[in-house]
């Protein structure tokens, strides 16, 4: 049960401003380790500034643990080492090659100058593997269509060797072969121990995937659970303001969309 998993991050009335304005309000929820969680919610309700604050990226007020102590007392070295993110713009325009790129992500592991070890570089191989990209290896990103540079960062956050992924929009600029593909790769780094926490448009994806649902509207938390306990037609239409069926199938909820409101 995931009830019964440590906590990595746990969320106390947690608020963001960004430029004096209000983004994040006051949201108290948590994350167990080895769990997928989604966040949800529609445009500006706050996703991506979640996911920076809990990858260190933003100041914040309320408190917002990274397992034992504050996040905001984890040296930016130390944090690294824990959380890799992944952003939903993968525009990657210098002439750097894929494995130069991924190789970036040993950077919190070394001191200056240092070269990977064999060990490094075996991982940097497995990182390649596991996003299909060893064809890809030597081409330069600048080459590379949006959705194959995606497949990059992730191989980048793999290298890094965080034991926490944020993902902001994992499928944006994927194909549907690639989406389904690479959302089967995060749900086996899950199985692996890792910990995800992804922003998501589809509420499909979401509820066939997470195991713990967040949404968010506004900047306040709306929801917290999972997918049956929380998607509900009433949640769509006033949340996303679709009107929806909400089913389930073979233990999984399906959410078929019908009409905007």
Do not use: C
Request: net charge negative.
């Amino acid at each position: 049960m995931l009830a019964e998993r440590p906590i990595v991050f746990a969320a106390n009335d947690l608020s963001v401003e960004l430029g004096k304005t209000g983004i994040l309000q006051d949201l108290t929820f948590s994350v167990a380790r080895g769990s997928w969680v989604g966040l949800l919610g529609p445009n500006g309700s706050g996703k991506t500034t979640l996911l920076r604050a809990l990858g260190g990226l933003l100041p914040y007020t309320g408190r917002l643990h990274l397992q034992d102590r504050q996040l905001n007392m984890w040296k930016d070295r130390e944090r690294a080492q824990q959380i890799a993110f992944v952003r939903q713009h993968s525009s990657l325009d210098f002439d750097f090659t894929v494995r130069e790129v991924v190789e970036l992500g040993l950077a919190p592991h070394l001191n200056w100058l240092d070269q990977p070890s064999a060990e490094q570089r075996e991982h940097i191989q497995d990182a390649l593997a596991d996003t299909d990209l060893l064809a890809f290896a030597d081409r330069l990103v600048s080459t590379l269509s949006g959705g194959e540079q995606q497949r990059v960062q992730l191989a980048q956050a793999l290298a890094q060797d965080a034991s926490i992924l944020l993902l902001d929009e994992p499928t944006a600029h994927l194909d549907v072969h690639h989406q389904y593909d690479l959302m089967e790769r995060i749900r086996g780094l899950v199985q692996s121990g890792k910990t995800v926490i992804a922003a998501f448009h589809d509420l499909a994806f979401a509820a066939r995937y997470t195991d713990q649902l967040v949404i968010l509207d506004r900047g306040r938390l709306v929801a917290d659970g999972t997918a049956s306990e929380v998607l509900t037609s009433d949640l769509i239409r006033s949340v996303f303001r679709m009107e929806a069926e909400v089913s389930e199938e073979s233990h999984a909820v399906q959410v078929r969309y019908l009409s905007p409101v």
